[in-house]
């Protein structure tokens, strides 16, 4: 009975194969030893693995202990000894969190070594009932509530290389009653951490309390993690595309996504494609928050006026245009490849048939032509702009805007404008303002660049001569 | 700040506008009081329903009291007293389900006499963790663990009027603060049915355990709800798309689903498009349960030899062809509107010029022809065979197949084979093969209508009369 439920597990549900190594980690606990001898018997190729993480007096004697149990059984083993404390402190982690990142570095780079399958541990069903109500009890989403999966492909330590768990449908007390059948004497893990105690406290006094309430609670919490795994695995791959999306590029420090796009999904996948884009840039961070997921969307749907938002671990939201984008307190927002100033106090003067070099590989140029063949005015691309030669003062000045500056732009005969609501009007994001470049003659602005010339120095039909500004893009500065 | 959250939630979660009434459900307990005065002073239009249960002395009491709280606010006030321990015999249902069945159809009643937009009853921040803590306790599916709905149309009550929970977000501390703030003494519930025993024990013992686990535990699970629904209900949406590309038909205790289209999706869709099915069958049916649905999966994937197999709640699955049949034990499958024999001991004789009904509209008749203008013998549609009229026996009878019967099909020189094998062969479904039609010459099938002709009586190079066999399916007749 235990051997089949092992087999099936680990063939079905774990994709193992007879062909190939998996390499197993083994501790020498009941629940490893079981894992070891099963697959063993079954006719799997194993590599038995074990890590000293050097806390407890006893350990050199458990290493010695699984060398011997893989020796019995013919099977290789790898061992090795690592100063857990010491990574612990210089990675400033916790002794748990640090003993497992060392684990498991280590599982991985041995199975690579050994060409493994997959890298087997030993948890069991009691354990998956155990982690998902840890999980409930903090008010975790979907994935957290799916528990452990059977194979999963976890990218911090393997792109290729699974992690698999062929005693996830057995009890504990099957494990137990195992491993006395063997005859086999277990090492007992002295070790009483945080999340030891924790889980202690959940298996003799909670779940047992749960158990009375009903009596097939156990049995109830592992169908349900494994239909909402199913559910959860669905719903990534939905998310997948929904990223492929929405995704609008990414560099150090941020990630942005389509607003359209973005605005355009469910409210569920919405979650989750802010949840990556969270992740990109914290990989590291377990959960950034329910408030601050919601305050996202929220964001997302309604750009406050300032048009950025903080979010929680250090992170922003700032609507750029028809992007949003998350990124670090300390990073630069995104250019988006716009014609702006080389710098926000720089200044530079003009004279047809010269140009000035502004950021991401565009210029800006000036030539002098006459009216021929010079087509309607109205038409005009916003890269261009005609004056007047007659209105304007050589040389033109080329600069950033000055706090309180008017305009009278276009269209608007007879009034000015400020230019900050100018810009607010034409949706310009507010980081980018003060690195706009405007054309000016003398102190008037003729040209807010790419945007709008301006009504004093427009082409009328008495004009003579015409002053051609443009703005081009020279890819291979790029 | 109590008011601004019921105003946010009935306006944003429950889209309740201020133009037509919302007809609330009022006990007279602390909630429903809070509910009705909250509502009416927000500026919603409001019909106070009370529906006196008749189960407690003091429920007359209740109803004035309730109806005097109308008065005071000057709401129109509905009423009505039902014997629900006599539903509950009639109708075989516990006191609490009666209760509940009695009350909901009461309400909408009334809501579609008012002309109610909504009909809002009065579930609260902590009925909310406590059903969702219920149904983790069961091991229940996602929609089990979204909880209650903020806005809800529930189809057995109404197609279009839908339940709201105005006060979801808030908590029993605040509704009870609020009824303290207005100076009004609520009905004490004194109801000690087994829910509301077992609530009480989740209310009074286990949740404040959980607390002392989790401080906010209350608050993770509230927005874990919120979250898992939205999930569910897009769940929900992609099986409805998955419903409609699987559904093929269904009638009086049968559905049928296309099994190319359900193997095609999800096993998360899977799962959700079956348990429709079942839904469909078994309305008032809680749960099917996990084991009955992945025994229907698997069976889906690979159907057992005997192509039907026994689920749960007296319902059966069948692989018929193309489909999967879900049914209750009493119906009969579908048909498929097949030309079968009229009843399993039907035995009918057929001239030329003659012919004989069959089910479904279909008949079946003989011709004699010459070769002339014959067309190509191979080229034959299955609802027509042909005979060389030399090599029968007229008439022809008309019948079922014999138990260990043997024929031989065209192709099959020199050789006889099993009727039963090559019923297997041609995947005919089981409970059809006892009335499929064989027309006969003396004791030797000549055709298995619609599927081969029999290679004795083939039509050969030196054929000179044919006899033709055609079903035909006059559409009138259905």
Chains 1, 2 share one sequence.
Not at 144 to 156: A, F
Not at 215 to 244: H, I, K
Not at 284 to 309: N, T, W
Not at 422 to 443: A, D, T
Request: proline share 5%.
């Amino acid at each position: 009975m235990f051997l089949s439920v092992v087999d099936r597990t680990a063939r079905t549900q774990c994709l193992l194969t007879g062909d190939r190594p998996v390499l197993a980690g083994v501790s020498g606990g009941a629940d490893s030893l079981a894992l070891m001898h099963s697959l063993h018997r079954l006719g799997f190729r194993l590599v038995i693995a074990h890590l000293d993480h050097g806390l407890r007096p006893e350990s050199t004697e458990d290493a010695a202990f699984v060398r011997q149990k893989a020796d019995d059984l013919g099977l290789p083993f790898v061992g090795a000894r690592v100063d857990v404390r010491a990574v612990a402190e210089r990675e400033k982690l916790s002794l748990e969190e640090a003993a497992r990142q060392v684990r498991y570095d280590f599982l991985f780079a041995q199975a690579r070594r050994a060409g493994a399958q997959a890298v087997a541990v030993a948890h069991h069903a009691d354990d998956q009932v155990e982690t998902v109500l840890m999980h409930f009890l903090r008010g975790a989403a979907l994935s957290g509530l799916s528990g452990m999966s059977h194979r999963r492909i976890m990218p911090i330590w393997d792109a290729e290389i699974p992690l698999v768990r062929p005693l996830l449908d057995l009890w504990r007390e099957d494990i137990d009653a195992y491993i006395r059948d063997i005859g086999w004497t277990p090492r007992t893990d002295s070790t009483n951490s945080d999340t030891a105690y924790f889980r202690n406290h959940l298996r003799h006094e909670l779940i047992p309390e749960l158990e009375e309430i009903n009596p097939r609670f156990r049995d109830g919490v592992l169908r349900m993690a494994d239909v909402l795994g199913e559910e959860d695995r669905f719903l990534e791959q939905l998310a997948d595309q929904a990223w492929s999306a929405c995704f609008s590029g990414e560099a150090e420090g941020w990630v942005a996504l389509s607003r359209p796009a973005f605005l355009a999904l469910e409210k569920a996948l919405q979650r989750r494609v802010f949840r990556r884009a969270v992740g990109r840039l914290r990989p590291d961070l377990r959960d950034i928050g329910f408030d601050a997921v919601e305050r996202g969307l929220a964001f997302a749907a309604e750009p406050s006026a300032s048009g950025q938002m903080d979010l929680a671990a250090r992170l922003s939201l700032t609507a750029l245009g028809e992007r949003l984008v998350v990124k670090t307190w300390s990073a630069e927002l995104p250019e988006d490849g716009l014609p702006l100033l080389l710098a926000e106090e720089f200044e530079g003067l003009l004279m047809p048939g010269n140009s000035i070099s502004l950021s991401n590989g565009w210029s800006l140029a000036l030539e002098e032509t006459d009216l021929e063949g010079s087509g309607n005015v109205q038409d005009l691309p916003p890269h261009e702009a005609w004056m007047d030669a007659e209105t304007v003062s050589l040389p033109l000045t080329v600069r950033g805007m000055r706090p309180g500056e008017r305009w009278q732009p276009l269209g608007l005969a007879g009034h000015s404008q400020k230019l900050s609501d100018f810009f607010i009007n034409e949706k310009l994001p507010q980081h980018l303002r003060s690195r706009w470049p405007l054309v000016c003659s003398g102190e008037q602005i003729a040209w807010v660049v790419g945007l709008r010339p301006a009504e004093p120095f427009k082409v009328t039909a008495s004009t003579l001569r015409i002053l051609q500004l443009q703005i081009f893009r020279d890819l291979q500065s790029e």
